[in-house]
């Protein structure tokens, strides 16, 4: 069986009914779990080559299936590629196709190791956050949020972490609820491990924020 065969051999029809309400986008549906779909990844990932994989992940995107973008998305979700300008690519060619915040979450996943693998790709990102595409716009911060998790930042982590939160004050009158989500999520990581940074933002931005979000990116923080 293709890789596509063996994710539709494994469709839970009921299942899938509650999982197409539950996202609400208009796709189909297989109703195979999150763990099934990455053990299938994980195995077709073992038995291919790079340029494999990438032609694969390629082809399971278009297929328009819910849990084949989740697989494409899981067959780059990888710390090390050599040479990955190939998954950069086809990572960037999904952002304007992003139309729901679970598929979006698992392709953000497999971008962020891209950025880590080469931060100068931020240049790349930054132009996201000027995008009329609210899940563009979202994908800028939900794939830099590795940067609010570092114990002990490089100058250019810490000059990376600076430039994020540039773009959170550049979003921070964005009225969409998965914007501010983002904006709330960046800010409170940021706080488990640079409160200072964090604090410092709310004080400045926290009143532009909507107040589901200024409470959320509060949230670690201690009170004053």
Known sequence: MTPLEELQARANPVKAAEVAVYHKAQRPYLGITVPEVTALANQWRAER????????????????????????????????????DAVWALIQSWVPQFDAWAIADHASNAGERRLLADPTRIDTVEAWVRSPHMWTRRAALVMTLPWTKQNFPKPQDLAIRARVLGWCADLADDRDWFVQKAIAWWVRDLSNHDAEAARAFLDQHGSRLKPFARKEAARHLPMT
């Open 49 to 84: 080559s790079l340029e494999e994989r990438v032609a694969l992940a390629s082809e399971l995107w278009e297929t328009n299936i819910h849990e084949a973008r989740v697989a494409a998305a899981k067959l780059l979700t990888q710390a090390r590629i050599r040479p990955d």
